[in-house]
T-cell receptor
Framework: DAGVIQSPRHEVTEMGQEVTLRCKPI?????LFWYRQTMMRGLELLIY????????DSGMPEDRFSAKMPNASFSTLKIQPSEPRDSAVYFC???????????FGPGTRLTVL | AQSVAQPEDQVNVAEGNPLTVKCTYS??????LFWYVQYPNRGLQFLLK??????LVKGSYGFEAEFNKSQTSFHLKKPSALVSDSALYFC?????????????FGAGTRLAVHP
């Protein structure tokens, strides 16, 4: 298995633009997580899915952020409109159990100018 | 409140010496505890976990961690550090928040192993 795949690896955009981050979890994993990592706030859980259904989105910072999982092999995290304070590394992770070992993707480094 | 703390921002150790990266936690019920490692420009990688059983847990790359219930700690250890162990280490605990189980990560400890 190739592991968790994320794209793009790097994204530079201007304030106000829409940004879409993509994730392909490990096949057979029922749980998918989106995290954001910054120097100031560390690693924050944004949202997680179980069998494609959003379970807990309490970490989503505001309405500008949305996440979808249309099928078991694909998820997106969208920011519209983007702001400079959204600059961070966004990780996707998947696991068999909600409190089991999570497998992280390589991350997407987002820079909003 | 349920939380996990890593009291040291950075740990410096000479190659060949033993290393310890500290972690303390606060959760209700029996804790599920994890250690992850992050190398530069990479995602987090699982090292080991404690759920129940033996208090000494062995994991990847020669790392181990000791669960201490009375001190609510789960320190990461390695008998002999390697330069290649230099990375960012995260402790995590399963916590019930808002009705959902999730992992809460500590702020991370940067380990620097010097030749």
């Amino acid at each position: 298995d190739a592991g968790v795949i994320q794209s793009p690896r790097h994204e530079v955009t201007e304030m106000g633009q829409e940004v879409t981050l993509r994730c392909k979890p490990i096949s057979g994993h029922d749980y998918l997580f989106w995290y954001r990592q910054t120097m100031m706030r560390g690693l924050e859980l944004l949202i997680y899915f179980n069998n494609n259904v959003p379970i807990d989105d309490s970490g989503m910072p505001e309405d500008r952020f949305s996440a979808k999982m249309p099928n078991a092999s694909f998820s997106t995290l969208k920011i519209q409109p983007s702001e400079p304070r959204d600059s961070a590394v966004y990780f996707c992770a998947s696991s068999l159990l909600v409190d089991g070992e999570q497998f992280f993707g390589p991350g997407t480094r987002l820079t909003v100018l | 409140a349920q939380s996990v703390a890593q009291p040291e921002d950075q740990v410096n150790v000479a190659e060949g010496n033993p290393l310890t990266v500290k972690c303390t936690y606060s959760v209700s019920g029996n804790p599920y505890l994890f250690w992850y490692v992050q190398y530069p420009n990479r995602g987090l990688q699982f090292l080991l976990k404690y759920i129940t059983g033996d208090n000494l847990v062995k994991g990847s790359y020669g790392f181990e961690a000791e669960f201490n219930k009375s001190q609510t700690s789960f320190h990461l250890k390695k008998p002999s550090a390697l330069v290649s162990d230099s990375a960012l280490y995260f402790c995590a605990v399963r916590a019930l928040s808002g009705g959902y189980n999730k992992l809460i990560f500590g702020a991370g400890t940067r380990l620097a192993v010097h030749p």
